[in-house]
């Protein structure tokens, strides 16, 4: 897959507003020395829990394709 020119700075406003849907779901709060990996992967479990998107297939679950 391509990689696009703004994917980091896309990371990081995906983790931001991941983060709000995170805590206001009382699912946690995140430390500010978490690392980036461990955010998307919560992030992305919590998602997938609500149904909110659908999950990777289990040979695909890793944490570059759930960016």
Do not use: C, W
Request: aromatic share 6%; net charge positive.
């Amino acid at each position: 897959m391509k990689k696009l020119k703004n994917e980091n700075e896309l990371l990081k406003e995906a983790i931001r507003v991941g983060t709000r849907y995170f805590e206001a779901r009382g699912a946690g709060k995140f430390e500010s020395t978490d690392h980036a990996d461990i955010k998307v992967r919560a992030i992305y479990l919590i998602l997938v829990k609500d149904g909110v998107i659908q999950p990777l297939a289990k040979q695909d679950e890793n944490v570059q394709n759930m960016r």
